[in-house]
């Protein structure tokens, strides 16, 4: 593994295009609206008489302050008498859910994102966490992966306290940059002793992993002041850390039109800036796991690369893709066995599907067959890097070769290039092409020629 990731800058050059992140193979970007409460309520029956796993993600999408980079769907308000009406909408979701379900199913894997989820009150977190319990199988024995995203500015040691007390053992805190103009230019100022206050009350509440949000390419960044920054936070010791390019998209996303597009790093520099704290990771012991992902070596993901257990879900890499995730909340998604389905991704029309005692489910998409035989081929190359034709043609009983015939003259030039070595046995990502991984597996997207790339952010 000590050659997991080489840097390639002719690489880079040559495949360094816009293209998905492959949370999920199709893609929400195929959701329609032909699929509805009903297919949900169909697709929870099968999975109450399976037994299976169960996964819940809820979104909290209320942020006191927006931060002009976020694509995230969010409701900037300081009315935090916004947040109890939500909170019985998402409990009345939660009812009505759970009722399809089997008690018996454990939740082995909990999130809490948003937003800012620590936007609600400790006595909100403890109605909300109590109602959870109530309808679920969640597990008392903190054997269960249950985190939260954490704005270090909306948390101190008795909101980390609270949370440990109610089951949750993963922090994610958001951190960007740690550079003032940075911060400053991007309207999000948070200073490292706040920060690390809250890795510290992590610790010491015993909380089971920690992972630092870090992005590259905001506005005032340049190659030493983000190597200042990834060295402050490699020195917080975080078991994870992800490290994202920043996509601007002022057309899509309206907050970012606040960010004045001439203080924004040259693709050189943002190529500095990665190779630079890619160099940094890895000299401070940290694995490349994939997609903007790093883990230290005896932490879960680092380990399930390892035994060829990692999967990517919804979630992001996780050892939890075996369960059926159910999401909760406004725009959130669910994977249930071969159904995707998401919620309305507008605040008024969310909580007035449930008003009406209706689930707020307003698109998704039921795979086919061909959908699953390229969602097994995505998720091994984004997860193990390789791919094992046998593996896929035991499962799906055709020969790879003749049933992806026409894939192979571009296949062929990867391997010319040197992203992938080509066999008859299979595809493996070589190091120089890891970063590039998902390049590999746009080849393998049926939907892409018929969507705008320009969409999507750059590999790179």
Same mark, same amino acid.
């Given at each position: 593994m000590l050659d997991a990731i080489r840097w390639d800058a002719d690489l880079i050059r040559r495949y360094d295009l816009p293209g998905p992140r492959y949370t999920s193979y199709p893609t929400a970007m195929q959701f329609h609206n032909e699929v509805g409460s009903f297919d949900l309520l169909h697709a929870l029956r099968d999975s109450r008489k399976a037994l299976r796993p169960l996964s819940l993600y809820l979104h909290v999408p209320f942020c006191a302050n927006i931060c002009y980079y976020c694509a995230c769907n969010k409701v900037i308000t300081k009315d935090r008498g916004r947040a109890l009406p939500y909170l019985e909408r998402l409990e009345k979701e939660i009812s009505l859910l759970a009722c399809h379900l089997d008690p018996r199913q454990p939740v082995e894997q909990l999130h809490f994102g948003g937003g800012t989820p620590t936007f609600l009150s400790h006595d909100e977190l403890r109605r909300l966490m109590g109602h959870l319990r109530q309808h679920f199988n969640l597990l008392d024995d903190d054997s269960g992966d249950y985190?939260? &995203?954490?704005?270090?500015? !909306?948390?101190?040691?008795? +909101?980390?306290?609270?949370?440990?007390?109610?089951?949750? =053992?993963?922090?994610?805190?958001?951190?960007?940059?740690?550079?003032?103009?940075?911060?400053?230019?991007? =309207?999000?100022?948070?200073?490292? !002793?706040? +920060?690390?206050?809250?890795? &510290?009350?992590?610790r010491t509440l015993q909380f089971r992993s920690v992972n630092i949000d870090l992005i590259y390419g905001l506005p005032k960044q340049n190659p030493q002041s983000f190597a200042r920054t990834v060295a402050e936070v490699i020195a917080l010791q975080p078991d994870r850390l992800s490290v994202f390019n920043y996509a601007h998209l002022p057309e899509r996303f309206m907050p970012q039109r606040r960010i004045n597009s001439e203080e924004l790093p040259s693709p050189a520099d943002k190529l500095a800036m990665l190779q630079g704290s890619i160099e940094q990771l890895t000299a401070a012991g940290?694995?490349?796991?994939?997609m903007d992902h790093f883990a230290l070596p005896d932490d879960e993901l680092a380990t399930a690369q390892e035994d060829g257990t990692l999967q990517r879900n919804f979630q992001g890499y996780t050892t939890h893709g075996h369960c059926d995730l159910i999401g909760l909340g406004v725009s959130a998604i669910s994977q249930i066995g071969d159904l995707y389905c998401q919620n309305s991704s507008d605040l008024g029309n969310y909580q007035q599907s449930l008003d009406n005692h209706q689930l707020a489910t307003l698109r998704g998409l039921q795979c086919n067959e061909d959908d699953r035989i390229r969602r097994a081929v995505i998720q091994q190359l984004i997860c193990e890097f390789q791919l094992d034709f046998a593996t896929i043609e035991a499962q799906f009983s055709l020969d790879f070769r003749d049933y992806f015939a026409p894939l192979w003259p571009q296949l062929q030039q990867q391997a010319r290039d040197g992203l992938i070595d080509l066999t008859d046995k299979g595809i493996d990502v070589r190091p120089a092409g890891r970063l590039l991984v998902r390049s590999v597996c746009m080849l393998f997207d049926r939907y892409l020629e018929q969507q705008n790339l320009q969409r999507f952010s750059r590999v790179i």
């Open positions: 985190g939260i &995203e954490i704005d270090p500015r !909306e948390a101190d040691w008795s +909101t980390m306290g609270l949370l440990r007390e109610l089951g949750f =053992n993963r922090v994610s805190l958001g951190v960007q940059d740690l550079d003032p103009a940075v911060q400053r230019a991007v =309207n999000r100022l948070q200073s490292l !002793e706040e +920060t690390r206050a809250i890795v &510290e009350a992590a940290y694995r490349y796991i994939g």
